[in-house]
């Protein structure tokens, strides 16, 4: 009986949709989030991707932030933010993700601190960045001073469970 549903046919069929349902995924994650045309927010320079990269640096800055973006949202979108942050002394570092979905790539900010390990690293995340940097947090405590969460929480575990809230004027 089994020989009678499982034939070249049935497989052809699964197959293709197998396909399908992956190329349709693939699409999905490539429509992003419109970055918003507000000019009440200025920049004071082009924003522009160094090695998949949206970086803000600060001479001889001894703290820096990777920060996780959203699902489906650009580093651009978050260019204002590192902008203003950079300006109180702290280097910023936004990485573009794998398929624009952080959760994919959570291991990205290793790029970035361990070729700048000199530094005392935070790392946060907007939404979907904020679980991917808690992921992250947890397993690299020996390299992160600190998370910060926007609009996102980490999960359930043993080393972020009790949070530390910081508020600066």
Same mark, same amino acid.
């Given at each position: 009986?089994?020989?009678?549903?499982?034939?070249?046919?049935?497989?052809?069929? $699964?197959?293709?949709?197998? *396909?399908?349902? *992956? *190329?349709? /995924?693939?699409?999905?994650?490539?429509?992003?989030?419109?970055?918003?045309?507000?000019?009440? &927010?200025? #920049?004071?320079? %082009?924003? !522009?991707?160094?090695?998949?990269?949206?970086?803000?640096?600060?001479?001889?800055a001894t703290t820096g932030l990777?920060?996780?973006?959203?699902?489906?949202? #650009?580093?651009?979108?978050?260019?204002?933010?590192?902008?203003?942050?950079?300006? !109180?002394?702290?280097?910023?570092?936004?990485? +573009?993700? +794998? $398929?624009? $979905?952080?959760?994919?790539?959570?291991?990205?900010?290793? %790029? /970035? &601190?361990?070729?700048?390990?000199?530094? %005392?690293?935070?790392?946060?995340?907007?939404?979907?960045?904020?679980?991917?940097?808690?992921?992250?947090? @947890? !397993?690299?405590l020996d390299k992160v001073n600190?998370? &910060?969460?926007?609009?996102?929480?980490?999960? @359930?575990?043993?080393?972020?469970? +009790?949070?530390?809230?910081?508020?600066?004027?």
């Amino acid at each position: 009986m089994i020989k009678k549903i499982v034939n070249k046919k049935t497989l052809l069929i $699964l197959g293709c949709i197998v *396909l399908i349902c *992956l *190329l349709s /995924f693939f699409v999905w994650t490539q429509f992003t989030y419109k970055l918003i045309d507000d000019p009440t &927010i200025v #920049l004071d320079e %082009e924003v !522009q991707l160094e090695n998949d990269w949206l970086v803000y640096t600060v001479e001889d800055a001894t703290t820096g932030l990777i920060l996780y973006p959203g699902a489906k949202v #650009l580093p651009e979108a978050y260019a204002y933010l590192a902008q203003e942050v950079s300006k !109180q002394g702290i280097s910023v570092a936004i990485p +573009t993700v +794998t $398929l624009n $979905l952080p959760i994919v790539d959570q291991s990205k900010a290793a %790029e /970035f &601190i361990d070729r700048n390990d000199e530094m %005392e690293w935070f790392i946060g995340g907007h939404s979907m960045g904020g679980a991917a940097a808690a992921m992250y947090a @947890d !397993q690299h405590l020996d390299k992160v001073n600190g998370l &910060i969460l926007l609009g996102a929480y980490a999960a @359930d575990n043993d080393d972020l469970k +009790t949070p530390i809230y910081l508020c600066y004027p």
